[in-house]
Structure formats: structure tokens, C-alpha cells
């Protein structure tokens, strides 16, 4: 049993490969002054990097976890999501509020996602 980690650090790794399955941690913009709908680029666009470092797409994505700072978010999250996400590859996804550990995020992605 191989378990691959990638930019390990003292407390997470931004991903694990396990089995031909990709475990990401949860992704958050560094520009935090940014409104929903640029936070939510941004961290897709990690989204895209850490599965492109590894050999996977957003094609990929088997299920998605989205945490939002607060509900008034939804919209403006979604609208960047629906841009983002490839039509007939949409993943399972659950989109829940949450206290995020820094108050100045407005959003935090979790992803699994399989190898090419």
C-alpha cells in the first residue's frame, strides 16, 4: 500500500494519492480581500493546479465539499462554480455554511478526485 503526499507541512498536506484517488485539502484564496466571486476563482484555480500536479482534471472530481462563510454567498459562489465545472462532469457536491478558521475567508473547497 503506497500512499504519495504532496507539499507536506507540519500540520496538512495539500494531497494525498492513494489507489488512483486524489484527496486535496481544503483550498482557500490567499487574497482574502477579494468578494465571493473572486475567492471562489481563486481557489479553483488551485483546484486546477493540485490536480494537474498530479496527473488529474476537474473532469476527475468524484465528489466535492464547498464551505461557505455564510448562505448570502450561495449565489455568487455557485455563478463561479457553473463556470468552472464542465458540463456532464459535475460531481456529487454538498455546499454547507461554516465558521471558517479565518474569518476573512468566504469559501473553502474540499475535492476527491480519481487519475486520469
Same mark, same amino acid.
Given at each position: 500500500m503506497e500512499i504519495k503526499r504532496l507539499h507536506v507541512g507540519k500540520r496538512l498536506s495539500e494531497?494525498?494519492?492513494?489507489?488512483?484517488? =486524489?484527496?486535496?485539502?481544503? /483550498?482557500?484564496?490567499?487574497?482574502t480581500t477579494q468578494d465571493i466571486e473572486? /475567492?471562489?476563482?481563486?481557489v479553483l484555480g488551485? =483546484?486546477?493546479r493540485l490536480l494537474n500536479e498530479v496527473g488529474s482534471d476537474k473532469t476527475c472530481i468524484?465528489?466535492? /465539499?464547498?464551505?461557505?462563510?455564510d448562505m448570502a454567498h450561495f449565489a455568487g459562489m455557485?455563478? =463561479?462554480w457553473d463556470e468552472w465545472v464542465p458540463q456532464g462532469h459535475t460531481p456529487p457536491r454538498a455546499t454547507v455554511e461554516a465558521k471558517l478558521a479565518n474569518p476573512a475567508c468566504? =469559501?473553502?473547497i474540499c475535492?476527491?478526485?480519481?487519475?486520469?
Open positions: 494531497i494525498a494519492v492513494h489507489n488512483e484517488t =486524489v484527496y486535496l485539502a481544503g /483550498q482557500i484564496a490567499e487574497d473572486g /475567492q471562489t476563482r481563486e488551485h =483546484v486546477d468524484l465528489t466535492c /465539499q464547498i464551505y461557505i462563510s455557485n455563478a =463561479v468566504l =469559501v473553502e475535492i476527491t478526485a480519481a487519475l486520469r
